[in-house]
């Protein structure tokens, strides 16, 4: 093993998930195609093993402490940039159906050599706006959960995000603490998205001094057929 895992088995024990020598593997070679790539173009400022290993990894993966999912579920990570949290989802949850969606074609062209680097199946990229993707069939209302841990306030991120999920599912944004306002203010695009705010998280990432917030709003009614607008007003006109 090319790298040393056992402050990151040890900090996924705190949140009672295990990893397999393979598994570990498969995050080695993750790293080091992020590496490799990331020096032809822009994929992470966090370059340091232990810096992925933590703000990377086990930050996408914190999520299995506080939402349970089974096996066979489907989720779509919207903005998933350099693979993050769908990847290391996928590595340790391999029974989860997973989609990854970006709107730049390098990054997909990454994503698609990590899932065939690390042999992964059931997971696949996917290049397009997630304005455009939410309004085709095959992707509307289809999924059990939705995340995103990309950089965008929460009335956006909900539309973005929340007219993939089946009714009954979730959307779940990765966020950083004291999101109190931001939250407030996204509760109208929640409502009008068919979605409805069930819970706040705030934690600690084990080991580290990395807070972390998980919002999580659960689908109660099919979101408008006019939901979400067209490519780039959910992000330059918010709802709120």
Request: charged share 25%; hydrophobic share 40%.
């Amino acid at each position: 093993m090319k790298y040393n895992f056992d402050d990151f088995k040890q900090k996924l024990g705190q949140f009672n998930i295990s990893i397999t020598a393979s598994m570990e593997e498969q995050f080695s070679d993750f790293y080091d195609l992020l590496i490799e790539w990331n020096q032809v173009m822009n994929l992470t400022a966090i370059t340091e093993f232990h810096e992925v290993v933590e703000k990377h990894f086990l930050d996408s993966v914190s999520l299995a402490h506080f939402v349970q999912w089974k096996e066979g579920d489907s989720l779509i990570d919207i903005g998933t940039g350099a693979g993050f949290p769908g990847i290391p989802i996928k590595i340790l949850f391999p029974e989860l159906r997973i989609v990854l969606a970006d709107s730049l074609t390098k990054r997909v062209r990454f994503l698609e050599e990590v899932i065939s680097k690390l042999n992964l199946s059931g997971i696949s990229a996917i290049h397009a706006r997630a304005e455009d993707l939410a309004r085709k069939k095959e992707h509307r209302a289809q999924y059990d959960i939705s995340v995103s841990r990309a950089v965008a306030n929460l009335s956006s991120l909900s539309e973005y995000c929340i007219p993939f999920v089946k009714t009954g599912g979730k959307f779940i944004s990765y966020k950083t603490c004291g999101i109190a306002e931001e939250v407030e203010n996204a509760k109208k695009s929640v409502h009008l998205m068919g979605g409805e705010l069930k819970d706040v998280i705030e934690f600690q990432l084990p080991g580290t001094e990395y807070m972390r917030s998980f919002v999580i709003i659960e689908k109660v009614e099919t979101t408008p057929k006019k939901y979400p607008r067209k490519a780039g007003i959910p992000s330059k006109e918010p709802i709120c």
